[in-house]
T-cell receptor
Framework: QKEVEQNSGPLSVPEGAIASLNCTYSDRGSQSFFWYRQYSGKSPELIMFIYSNGDKEDGRFTAQLNKASQYVSLLIRDSQPSDSATYLCAVNPNQMQLTFGSGTQLTVLP | KAGVTQTPRYLIKTRGQQVTLSCSPISGHRSVSWYQQTPGQGLQFLFEYFSETQRNKGNFPGRFSGRQFSNSRSEMNVSTLELGDSALYLC???????????FGSGTRLTVV
């Protein structure tokens, strides 16, 4: 079992729709969770982080964490073509490294 | 505030050679980590340094090494290059490590 698993893509949504990206992790001791966005040919860019159970909202992005279910998700509201990218879920199991999922490629169709 | 700076951006090396990559973290960030990204394996952790000490190391052979200087700048070295070492090498910095990392633009290494 992989340490961090993301729902397989690619994921396509129409412009203006909600994109839902999911991630599960295996290390119950993990304390912090991150979502990175990576455009093709670019480096990962941190867009959200969450430490506590529940929802955290930042603009059009909402991160959701459920530690009991070992589940993290990212919702993108009012999706735009510029949101088309690969979204990487990352877990910080020991505060000294990030363990990444394989990423979900999102395409927002105009 | 300047971001994480990695040099060089691109490198082409021959099998058997060695290579050194450089990373300058964001000012004030003391934690620097290195990752390898390939299409097949995704992003994999190489090692993390904090205040010149390696605190954590990923599952890579001993050919991969690194160090951090007193000004937090870091270098990683790969000796006896193999074709499979061709990848994007990313450096990331963080104030303390638990707050998420900011990545540099990466060094694209091609081994021929």
């Amino acid at each position: 079992q992989k340490e961090v698993e993301q729902n397989s893509g690619p994921l396509s949504v129409p412009e203006g729709a909600i994109a839902s990206l999911n991630c599960t992790y295996s290390d119950r001791g993990s304390q912090s969770f991150f979502w990175y966005r990576q455009y093709s040919g670019k480096s990962p860019e941190l867009i959200m982080f969450i430490y506590s159970n529940g929802d955290k909202e930042d603009g059009r992005f909402t991160a959701q964490l459920n530690k009991a279910s070992q589940y993290v998700s990212l919702l993108i509201r009012d999706s735009q073509p510029s949101d088309s990218a690969t979204y990487l879920c990352a877990v910080n199991p020991n505060q000294m490294q990030l363990t990444f999922g394989s990423g979900t490629q999102l395409t927002v169709l105009p | 505030k300047a971001g994480v700076t990695q040099t060089p951006r691109y490198l082409i090396k021959t099998r058997g050679q060695q290579v050194t990559l450089s990373c300058s973290p964001i000012s004030g960030h003391r934690s620097v980590s290195w990752y390898q990204q390939t299409p097949g394996q995704g992003l994999q952790f190489l090692f993390e340094y904090f205040s010149e000490t390696q605190r954590n190391k990923g599952n890579f052979p001993g050919r991969f090494s690194g160090r951090q200087f007193s000004n937090s700048r870091s270098e990683m070295n790969v000796s006896t290059l193999e074709l499979g070492d061709s990848a994007l090498y990313l450096c990331a910095s963080s104030p303390e490590g638990q707050y998420g990392y900011t990545f540099g633009s990466g060094t694209r290494l091609t081994v021929v």
